[in-house]
């Protein structure tokens, strides 16, 4: 059984088809259609008609952190397929911010979202599965709010401004033929936190390849060929990366990760 991945939206545009700041995946996975994230705008729907696909044949959605950039894309979603659950994080709210200076920028999801669209949204809570062979899984590394406090990322809550923990980001799990493919679109949490992450919560199961963004586009070369190293430490086979990598860090990272490091861009497709 083929696993068909294939990027709706990236940074990099491809073929006519135009880019954009975000990211929105199609999973296409024993006879069923999962959509990952669903870009800033609505440009994923004209990128799907040009690709042929249906978003009203879409059987699930999943978000995989509560950003913009990934979530914007939904109020119209929902208003041209009226089947698919989007399933999110339980820890998921309108809170997420960016510090710019002394001032802080909401960078969340739409406003209204989670109240004028709650009987298609499904709030989860530990490893979650969506069906066979497919799961979603949260973060269980600890301090992860160090990251936040280095990316100038907060969440506004009842106690006042507090450093983002990614509690609301989560990772698609795939069970194929290869081993396990991780989804993570951000990897706010670091790639190999994620990585070891997976492994820890299916012992024995190989892990594949890691599919996603890993917000290196701001960091150093440095802290780039770490991450490439840490990595190729894990042990996976395979890397497609895009959105918050961008070109620079994707560079670097296929001098250090070679065949294995492969690139996104609009309508790219993987076959696993």
């Known amino acids: 059984m083929k696993t068909k991945i294939t990027v709706i939206v990236d940074n990099r545009s491809n073929n006519g ?6 990211l929105c995946v199609l999973v296409e996975y024993a006879e069923k259609k ?18 042929g696909i249906d978003v ?35 820890h998921t709210a309108c809170d997420c911010y ?14 209204r979202m989670l109240r004028k669209y709650a009987d298609r949204i499904e709030m989860v809570s530990g490893d979650y599965q969506i069906m066979d062979g497919v799961w979603l ?14 990316e100038l990322m907060y969440r506004k809550t ?40 997976v492994k820890a919560t299916f012992p024995g199961k190989k892990v594949y390849g890691l599919i996603g963004g890993l917000h290196l586009f701001n960091k150093s070369e440095e802290e780039i060929r770490k991450v490439a190293g840490t990595i190729r430490d894990t042990g996976i086979e395979y890397v497609c990366t895009g959105h918050c990598t961008k070109d620079r860090a994707f560079g670097i990272l296929k001098e250090e990760l070679g065949d294995m490091a492969d ?5 790219y497709q993987i076959e696993i």
């Open 158 to 197: 009842p106690s006042g401004w507090m450093p983002d923990d990614f509690s609301h980001e989560q990772s698609l799990v795939l069970d194929t033929e290869k081993g396990l493919v991780i989804l993570n679109s951000c990897s706010h949490g670091g790639a190999g936190n994620i990585i070891d992450e």
């Open 137 to 150: 899984v949260p973060h269980k590394t600890k301090g992860l709010e160090s990251i936040g406090m280095r």
């Open 98 to 111: 960016a510090k710019k200076r002394i001032f802080r920028k909401y960078i969340g999801i739409p406003r």
């Open 34 to 51: 999962i959509l990952l994230d669903a870009g800033s705008s609505n440009l994923f729907l004209e990128n799907m008609q040009k690709l």
């Open 263 to 267: 690139q996104m861009n609009v309508g």
């Open 17 to 22: 088809m135009q880019g954009e700041w975000g």
């Open 56 to 90: 009203a044949a879409i059987d699930h959605a999943t978000l995989s952190h509560a950003h913009y950039d990934h979530a914007n894309g939904f109020p119209a979603f929902f208003e041209r397929n009226r089947k698919a659950k989007l399933y999110l994080r339980d």
